[in-house]
């Protein structure tokens, strides 16, 4: 079978992974699919089904994010002490507790507490797991095993999304119940596939962790730079597709509800589609000027949307998710690679721990003011500031370019 692209098969556009990270790969595809099945209801579980204040309920939902200005760097002091894959399943089995005691949820302090234990968990996760997949390959197929498990994380989640809106009913609320159940059994599913995995780099901690410490991922000034760049790009990006973009849409554009969906759902299928192919695209070329030309698309989308805005066009939306999109598979290949690379074995743990955190204080920070900004009538002026913080991002990789080494800011041609 020939490829679309070209004369190559089409088999050989899917990276040549280990079996270890199609393990690992495979086992966050089912996590996913329990994420997707609950993440996007459980605001309204917690009020509709549990009678919480939708206010309150709200509260609880950040719960879950500012847990991981806790768990993340936790997650990752976990990695470097007890091995990457024992930390991902100590993540796993405080999640899927989470999950489990939300489905349960009766009175506003059990809410709190169960959002609490779930947000510590995934934010736990994200930084061993980094840690984990950057250890099932070598250091030269670091981009692809990344770009994979974006692509499949999105896999995961669109389809359990898609199985949650057709399981949950408000006629029935022991649908909510169930799906939060199945949401903790993916969790235990992951944690039983990773104890069938052996022989992992980063099972046992190198005898120097004891000597190091987050003091010495402080120290590393061109991580600090890279810490900020990324920072940054989830602040005005990231955070905003889940923030900003909805909001401006329907508020300012007028989009209907089933619009904003459709506009989401072109921009997760651009993220499966194109993965592979940029990957492709980039592979000889440096890291951070995927970097920029991510930052690049991302403020193109914010354009188109403001562009959308004063018009109307479902169209316009769906174009400007796609833009997105596509931005976001330049990075999935590009960022976590070069932290990865930055870091120490005896600190790849914590250096992914920082890293996530970067993730959380974006996306806790980003959100609130975009929400507040546009109440007040000013999303042109705030996607004004988005797309010129973007425009930072872009400047701030080429910083990060010229301290890098070639062979830490390269996609290896032979991989």
Same mark, same amino acid.
């Given at each position: ?9 089409a ?5 040549r992974?280990?079996?270890r990270?199609w ?13 997707g099945?609950?993440?996007p ?6 009020h509709?089904?549990r ?36 930390a ?17 949820v ?7 507490? %169960? =959002?609490?234990?779930? @947000?510590?968990?995934?934010?736990? #996760?994200?930084? !061993?797991?980094d *840690?984990?997949?950057a $250890?099932? +390959? ?26 949650g ?11 909510f ?12 599913a ?6 069938r ?6 099972d ?9 410490s ?10 600090l730079?890279m ?21 401006? %849409? =329907?508020e300012?554009? @007028?989009?209907?509800?089933?619009? #904003?969906?459709? !506009?989401?759902? *072109?921009?997760?299928? $651009?993220? +499966?589609?194109?993965q592979?192919?940029v990957?492709?695209m980039?592979?000889?070329?440096r890291?951070?000027?995927?970097i ?54 005896s ?6 721990g ?27 002026g705030?996607? %004004? ?9 872009? #400047?701030l990789a ?17 991989s």
């Amino acid at each position: 079978m020939k490829s679309w692209l070209g004369s190559e098969p089409a088999s050989s556009w899917i990276p040549r992974l280990s079996p270890r990270a199609w393990f690992v790969l495979g086992g966050d595809a089912v996590s996913a699919l329990g994420s997707g099945l609950t993440l996007p209801f459980l605001l309204v579980y917690l009020h509709q089904v549990r009678g919480i204040n939708l206010g309150v309920a709200g509260l609880m939902l950040s719960t879950v994010a500012l847990a991981g200005l806790v768990g993340n760097p936790a997650g990752g002091w976990l990695a470097d002490r007890i091995g990457a894959r024992r930390a991902v399943i100590a993540g796993l089995a405080v999640a899927a507790a989470g999950a489990g005691a939300i489905a349960l949820v009766h009175a506003t302090w059990h809410g709190f507490a %169960a =959002t609490f234990l779930y @947000g510590m968990g995934m934010a736990a #996760l994200l930084p !061993a797991q980094d *840690a984990l997949l950057a $250890t099932t +390959v070598d250091a030269a197929q670091r981009p692809q095993v990344f770009a994979v498990r974006h692509a499949t994380l999105n896999v995961g989640l669109s389809v359990g999304t898609v199985l949650g809106a057709l399981i949950v009913s408000f006629q029935t609320p022991s649908t909510f119940v169930l799906v939060f159940v199945l949401d903790a059994a993916s969790f235990v599913a992951f944690a039983l596939v990773l104890g069938r995995l052996r022989d992992v780099q980063s099972d046992a901690a190198e005898p120097s962790f004891a000597e190091g410490s987050y003091r010495h991922v402080l120290r590393d000034r061109v991580f600090l730079r890279m810490w900020v760049l990324v920072f940054l790009l989830v602040m005005a990006g990231y955070a905003q597709y889940h923030a900003a973009f909805p909001a401006y %849409a =329907t508020e300012v554009g @007028g989009l209907s509800p089933r619009g #904003l969906g459709l !506009a989401f759902a *072109a921009n997760m299928v $651009t993220v +499966v589609v194109a993965q592979l192919v940029v990957l492709r695209m980039m592979t000889g070329r440096r890291r951070t000027r995927g970097i920029a030309l991510a930052a690049a698309f991302m403020a193109a989308a914010w354009a188109m949307t403001l562009f959308a805005g004063s018009r109307g066009a479902l169209p316009l939306f769906v174009a400007a998710m796609v833009l997105f999109g596509i931005g976001e598979t330049l990075v999935s290949p590009t960022v976590p690679a070069i932290v990865n690379d930055l870091a120490p074995d005896s600190l790849r743990g914590r250096y992914n721990g920082a890293y996530a955190l970067a993730w959380t204080v974006g996306y806790v920070g980003g959100p609130g003011v975009a929400g507040l900004v546009i109440a007040a009538g000013h999303g042109h002026g705030l996607f %004004a500031v988005l797309i010129a913080t973007l425009g930072v991002v872009a #400047l701030l990789a080429w910083s990060v370019g010229r301290r890098l080494p070639l062979k830490a800011n390269l996609i290896d041609a032979t991989s």
